[in-house]
């Protein structure tokens, strides 16, 4: 996957899991929903660790892939207009 | 199966009692229709009908 798909799905998946983790706020023991929160939680991290391998760090006080380096400050700032993928306007 | 009803019914309703009926869960969305929906559960897409 490329970058632009790894963080589009990332957004969906992120969304999701907090979706789901509202109504198990209210219905905590839904175990399909427990189930299919899980799924969406560990896909999103699977990403998570792919993306950084790929790409560098998402995030400067955590990582999901095991780096010696410290790369936070080399890569585009997330803030750079280049580094940001449009995700309105598609299908 | 018979058509799943998205929440559960409201019984011995009282006069000026507003109540907000029990989410059951039927379906979820897709994924990306649901972040473009803003929720994940069918149901609470445009209530207002």
Known sequence: ?91 | MAECKPYADITNVMLAQAYVPYQRICTLMEPVAALKAGTVFPELVDVYK
């Not at chain 1, 798909?5 to 789901?20: E, G, P, Q, Y």
């Not at chain 1, 990403?47 to 095991?66: A, I």
């Not at chain 1, 750079?80 to 598609?90: A, K, L, Q, R, Y």
Request: hydrophobic share 30%; aromatic share 16%; net charge negative.
């Open chain 1, 1 to 91: 996957m490329d970058r632009d798909s790894i963080l589009k799905r990332l957004t969906v998946l992120d969304f999701l899991a907090v979706d789901l983790q509202l109504y198990l706020d209210s219905h905590p023991d839904c175990t399909d929903t427990i189930k299919k929160y899980n799924e969406v939680v560990s896909e999103a991290d699977g990403l998570r660790e792919q993306y950084e391998n790929l790409f560098g760090p998402l995030f400067s006080y955590r990582s999901y892939s095991k780096r010696d380096e410290f790369n936070w400050t080399d890569d585009p700032w997330p803030w750079e207009n280049s580094f940001n993928f449009e995700i309105g306007g598609e299908s």
